[in-house]
């Protein structure tokens, strides 16, 4: 009986409760440390820790942090995983899924794939020797996605430095919260349809020897071809990111509009001369966007992160 009370509890439980670190203290007092293991092993297997920061990213800004992004295509639910700013883009959903099983075990039915996901970030984080910093915990899960959102709410590749600072205004980010955000969201690599006018521009904000090695991307055709985002430490948290701003080595438009003369200068500037600086920047900034409120008025817990059951 008790454990039916709780699931009905779950079940209902506003979106918008108060959120706390110790929310699961009683209900489930090893869900932090067993997301945790999780989450290390699958980065110990697969350095790609940025994807978890940028998964969390692209959750909150469409309906709030509820894992709805996380959710597969049904007959009466839209994916946010193939919109376009998602679209062979994003990944990192198996880890999710994988630390959502373990936890399952467990305490079924009493921690949220939202809650997962805000955690994932922050452990991936500290993992590559990034900051830490508190998770207040208490999310509920969406019962639907929002593929149009995410089309139009999420930052593009080819915004406008004015768009970027709407955009993350919107979400009631402010621009320092956004360019310490982006610090560590370039993952890997970008498909050459993304980059491929950036390179052959001849413009004066892109390094001329930078853009020659993106020999991959040629000017028609190969579209899906794979450029890095990060030509120096794409394992490592660390400022290198501004840095390459600075030399005019940003691969997308979005990333070097951060340093192209306007009012983010000065702070692309600071970072790269002060990583400790842009590491407390951006924990400040992480702990915002983690905590935008869910739109839906009631959540859920699922039971698996990619399905509502």
């Not at 600072?165 to 970008?190: C, P, R």
């Not at 990333?255 to 003369?261: E, H, M, T």
Request: glycine content about 6%; overall charge neutral; aromatic content about 6%.
């Amino acid at each position: 009986m008790t454990s039916l009370l709780l699931l009905l509890h779950n079940m209902i439980m506003p979106c918008d409760a108060q959120l706390s670190p110790t929310f699961y203290n009683s209900t489930c007092p090893n869900a932090v440390s067993t997301i945790r293991t999780s989450i290390r092993r699958a980065i110990s297997h697969d350095r790609g820790w940025r994807r978890l920061i940028r998964l969390h990213f692209h959750d909150c800004f469409v309906q709030g942090c509820d894992a709805s992004i996380l959710l597969d295509e049904t007959d009466t639910i839209q994916s946010e995983k193939t919109a376009f700013p998602n679209v062979d883009s994003v990944r990192g959903y198996d880890v999710i899924e994988a630390a959502k099983r373990d936890v399952e075990r467990i305490c079924p039915g009493v921690v949220s794939c939202a809650d997962i996901l805000t955690l994932a970030a922050r452990d991936a984080s500290v993992y590559v020797g990034g900051p830490t910093w508190t998770v207040r915990l208490g999310r509920r899960d969406s019962t639907t996605a929002n593929r149009d959102q995410a089309n139009t709410d999420l930052p593009d590749p080819f915004s406008t430095l004015a768009e970027l600072i709407s955009s993350f205004g919107n979400k009631g980010l402010s621009e320092t919260d956004m360019v310490a955000l982006s610090g560590a969201h370039t993952l890997g690599q970008a498909q050459c349809f993304l980059f491929r006018a950036r390179i052959n521009s001849n413009g004066t904000d892109i390094d001329p020897g930078f853009a020659s090695t993106k020999t991959r991307c040629p000017q028609s055709g190969g579209d899906r071809n794979l450029g890095p985002l990060d030509l120096v430490t794409p394992n490592s948290f660390d400022n290198n990111y501004f840095k390459n701003l600075m030399q005019r080595k940003g691969l997308l438009q979005s990333d070097q509009v951060l340093f192209s003369g306007g009012s983010t200068n000065r702070l692309v500037s600071d970072y790269s001369r002060n990583p400790r600086l842009f590491a407390s920047d951006f924990a400040n900034a992480i702990i915002k966007m983690g905590e935008i409120p869910a739109t839906q008025q009631n959540g859920i817990i699922r039971r698996v992160c990619s399905a509502i059951n």
